[in-house]
């Protein structure tokens, strides 16, 4: 069952109201915020790692109206729970939490917005889930994020030396800050972020306690992912998605700032890949989180995209074909 709280508030960038919304998963609820109209064509908001689905905040209300923007906050991120103790946070379990989601919401075919981190679990989902996505929007994403196989075993041995070692640290208080000091070093830990930006995502990644506020993530998720995938894997899985995608990367993006040396091979055959499959990819002006910094410059193409391969398109609804 849905629960959507009763605090419904007008975002400042646009007339378009947002819900809150609430999932129940075994450890807790997955939290998030809804916008659109209730029988819009479903489209779900994935943002990146240790951000939230404030994310959106600023893009969802310039991409068509005609759609219903599901965004959600990621286990251990902004107000959704924190996964169990003992248990990691891996893209396989962040597609599980996916398909516990639309379940939940009866979405038997979406479409998928992902930023970074929510990029690759949005590709992993289409991958092995093909048949339910409609469409997938990659924003400074390749949807994949591929490891040098000869350092899989260092990699993975460190996200459990990590996770163990961290087990074994007495609990220790969370640090207090003022919201000004909060802000501070969110801004220093993301160049890319503007202040206005990095208010969009404090709104949801802060806990009021005495004193002034903590951060609302969990610590684990700055650890390993101790679960891997070579280029060779990724290739295999990139051809398995059936859904359209639009690839949109910033020209001061993930590539830039995030990616090793020995990545940029990754990204460009991942890239070929989607290309083979005549499948989109735009570059526009911006930093890794140009979809909040500059939703102006990322809601053209998106709502191109939305409106030529969702919105246009004849689906069945109770045996005729209904045009939307």
């Given at each position: 069952m849905i629960r959507i709280l009763k605090n419904v508030r007008k975002l400042s960038t646009a007339p378009m109201t947002a819900k809150e919304l609430s999932v129940p998963v075994p450890w807790g609820e997955i939290r998030g915020k809804v916008w659109g109209p209730d029988h819009g064509r479903p489209v779900l908001c994935l943002h990146g790692w240790a951000d939230n689905c404030g994310s959106f905040n600023a893009l969802i209300p310039l991409l068509p109206k005609e759609c219903r923007y599901v965004a959600v906050d990621l286990a251990?991120?902004?107000?959704?729970?924190?996964?169990?103790?003992?248990?990691?946070?891996?893209?396989?379990?962040y597609v599980a939490d996916v398909q516990r989601v639309v379940d939940t919401l009866r979405w038997r075919r979406f479409s998928i917005l992902g930023h970074s981190m929510g990029g690759n679990i949005a590709g992993m989902f289409?991958?092995?889930?093909?048949?339910?996505?409609?469409?997938?929007?990659?924003?400074?994403?390749?949807?994949?994020?591929?490891?040098?196989?000869?350092?899989l075993s260092k990699i993975m041995r460190r996200g459990m030396d990590d996770?163990?070692?961290?087990?074994?640290?007495?609990?220790?208080?969370?640090?207090?800050?003022?919201?000004?000091?909060?802000?501070?070093?969110?801004?220093?830990?993301?160049?890319?972020?503007?202040?206005?930006?990095?208010?969009?995502l404090l709104e949801r990644g802060l806990l009021q306690v005495e004193g002034g506020v903590v951060f609302s993530r969990d610590f684990r998720i700055n650890l390993k992912n101790v679960a891997r995938i070579t280029l060779e894997q990724s290739l295999e899985l990139l051809s398995r998605i059936e859904a359209a995608v639009l690839v949109v990367l910033a020209d001061e993006g993930f590539e830039k700032m995030f990616a090793e040396p020995?990545?940029?091979?990754?990204?460009?055959?991942?890239?070929?890949?989607?290309r083979r499959k005549n499948h989109s990819v735009v570059k526009v002006p911006g930093g890794h989180h140009v979809h909040l910094t500059n939703p102006e410059s990322v809601a053209p193409p998106v709502s191109e995209f939305l409106r030529a391969k969702v919105l246009s398109s004849t689906v069945k609804a109770d045996g005729l074909a209904t045009k939307l």
């Open positions: 251990g991120h902004g107000r959704s729970s924190h996964r169990p103790p003992g248990v990691f946070y891996a893209f396989p379990s289409s991958a092995l889930f093909p048949e339910m996505v409609e469409a997938c929007v990659l924003l400074d994403s390749y949807g994949f994020l591929p490891t040098d196989p000869k350092q996770m163990l070692q961290f087990e074994k640290k007495p609990e220790k208080s969370e640090r207090v800050y003022t919201y000004e000091k909060a802000l501070e070093r969110l801004l220093a830990a993301n160049p890319s972020l503007s202040e206005t930006s990095a208010c969009h020995d990545q940029k091979k990754f990204t460009s055959e991942l890239l070929q890949g989607y």
